[in-house]
């Protein structure tokens, strides 16, 4: 998880190291098989989100058919958008937990465990009794989203900026400065986008 000091110069080293690990892992993916068509096309993908990254922050877009590889391509573009603009958060909002689980693999897989929170309703802590000491940063990473990449339900998202709790705000100013990626996108509820 990220060190005591949250300046630009260790957020830079933590994205750099994020990107090298997303390199290799695509680099031994690609070289584990013979590349089919939807390989190459996903491959495509990933690199046109690689370029996509280096523009201006603004909204962007994203659709891609199931198996199209939309998780990897989107992790390209948001590492690299991180490195460009010096934003200290990735956060990954996606409506249903069984994604949320499978893509928090995926990225541990590729960046590591200690770049990714899960945080969903399903990640519970038993506040009795001893927990150990990274049990106990852990549940403390949840509460103000403390960590490089975070991986969220939309509940967990929209109760952090509507919310007028001060255990559910706590983590709103990790929004800022952060590339936000909402997974899923239709599935927001349309009380939310007005």
Known sequence: LLPERNDDETMQYIW??????????MEAFCESKEKSLLDIQRQ?????????????????RLTVPTGGG???????????HAVQYGLNRIIYVIPYTSIIEQ????????????NVLE??????FDPRGDIDPAAERFRLSTENWD????????????????????SQCRKLHNLANSVVVFDEAQMIPLDYLM
């Open 70 to 80: 939309k998780t990897v391509s989107s992790l390209a573009f948001a590492l690299q």
């Open 119 to 124: 945080h969903h309703a399903n990640v519970n």
């Open 103 to 114: 893509t928090a693999r995926v990225f541990r897989k590729i960046v590591g465990t200690e």
């Open 16 to 25: 750099k190291n994020a990107i090298y690990h997303f390199e290799s892992y």
């Open 147 to 166: 960590a490089p990449i975070i991986v969220t339900t939309n509940v967990q998202f929209f109760e952090s900026l509507f919310s007028n709790k001060s």
């Open 44 to 60: 495509n993908i990933s690199d046109l989100c690689y370029r996509a990254a280096q523009t201006p922050n603004s909204l962007y």
